[in-house]
């Protein structure tokens, strides 16, 4: 019996572009119930990324596939296939890299080694949607000798950043920033300055802020105005926003605003002409205004959801979706007087005629730091199997 072990040093998020490093640790263990131990051999094991791309078939037409390749290998064969056994098709994958071959492990001996790989920089992102999604998985295979294939995959994020691709880093690395009492790789020293310039970027994009102003109105008239000071954000921060009714004509009994991703597929893609996009709401605030002068919202972006992007099949984009709940009569008609004695009690109605609007504000979301975003995972930094 043999353990493998994967470990994500930095965490299991990482963007487009970056150095994946993974430990992979093999040991022979000495379990409690032995009374002898012997050496154990290990044929070889390999490395490979891959993302995996699954379409909802009742909303995504996708080309028949040439049929050359086949996901599925015989368990016995020695050829290694990291999606063996993976729902969808392998839309992106490394070159695969050689562990070792022939590894003796004696008793409670451990070997590791360190596997390292770019990210792609022109893949998608991590996304798992309503019509498509896209998974990104290491997966490491090795095999006993006389014995089948055994595969472990260490699922992890993607996010993607644009703009990265098109940068070029300095080539004379004195005028470049850098740690002295460090001594760097070459490929490490890259990776960082591309995860510091990312940050860079995004604080850029994310920390311009002008006033945006957008008034309220519906076919009877003016119900107040909406006031937001950016609309570009990184996943994580909040969305905040204020009302001012106290200049409208209309009153404004109720509104809501929800946080909304828009998830269309291209139309070639579609399954049907003009069929609906798919939305989903991340977060929601609904409050009651009737006589508010004014009011605020403020609405998280979390962590674990996908920034906007397009690809030749999906497109994800985000915005802000108002309700709004208006009186169709005057402000004075909302409350009657509830007696003539000289202590007055005034009371809401039992029954008035409400009209109702909606509007949509689309907003810029961007990735995070992938340091952060990995605090929120759902996938561990470390995996297992037993061969």
């Not at 070889?44 to 049929?67: K, M, T, Y």
């Not at 460090?182 to 020293?189: P, Q, R, V």
């Not at 609405?299 to 690809?311: A, K, Q, W, Y």
Request: proline share 6%; aromatic share 8%.
């Amino acid at each position: 019996m043999i353990e493998v072990l994967a470990k994500l040093g930095r965490g299991p998020v990482f963007l487009a572009g970056e150095v994946l490093e993974c430990v992979i640790t093999f040991t022979n263990p000495l379990s409690a119930s032995s009374t002898s131990a012997s050496s154990e051999m290990l044929a070889w094991a390999s490395a490979q990324i891959h993302c995996q791309f699954h379409a909802s078939e009742n909303r995504v037409a996708l080309p028949p596939s040439d049929g050359s390749k086949h996901d599925v290998q015989a368990e016995n064969e020695t050829v290694f296939v990291p999606n063996r056994g993976e729902r969808g098709q392998c839309i992106l994958s490394t070159p695969p890299k050689i562990l070792f071959c022939d590894l003796q492990l004696d008793p409670r001996e451990s070997k590791s080694y360190s596997y390292c790989e770019t990210l792609p920089i022109d893949g998608p992102p991590s996304f798992r949607g309503q019509s498509v999604k896209y998974v990104y998985k290491l997966t490491i295979g090795c095999q006993r000798v006389n014995s089948p294939i055994k595969l472990l995959r260490v699922p992890f994020r993607v996010l993607v950043l644009h703009g990265l691709k098109d940068y070029q880093f300095p080539q004379d690395e004195a005028v470049a920033p850098s740690n002295p009492f460090l001594e760097e790789e070459e490929g490490l020293k890259k990776d960082s300055r591309l995860a510091d310039l990312a940050t860079e970027l995004l604080m850029v994009a994310t920390s311009r802020r002008s006033l945006h102003l957008y008034n309220i109105s519906n076919t009877r008239g003016k119900v107040g105005t909406f006031c937001i000071f950016k609309t570009m954000y990184k996943i994580g921060e909040d969305v905040i926003g204020t009302f001012n009714f106290s200049e409208g004509d209309i009153p404004c009994l109720q509104f809501s605003v929800s946080l909304q991703t828009e998830e269309s597929i291209q139309e070639e893609f579609q399954r049907r002409r003009g069929q609906p996009v798919s939305f989903s709401t991340h977060a929601r605030h609904q409050e009651s205004c009737l006589h508010t002068a004014q009011s605020s919202f403020s609405l998280p972006i979390p962590l674990s959801s996908t920034p906007g992007f397009t690809t030749n099949i999906v497109s994800l984009k985000w915005r802000l979706h108002f309700e709004f709940v208006t009186s169709g009569e005057s402000a004075g008609t909302c409350l009657v007087r509830g007696s003539q004695s000289e202590a007055v009690t005034w009371t809401g109605v039992e029954q008035m005629e409400v009209d109702t609007f909606s509007w949509d504000l689309p907003i810029k979301v961007l990735p995070t730091n992938p340091i952060l975003a990995s605090y929120v995972s759902q996938f561990s930094s470390t995996n297992s199997i037993t061969i």
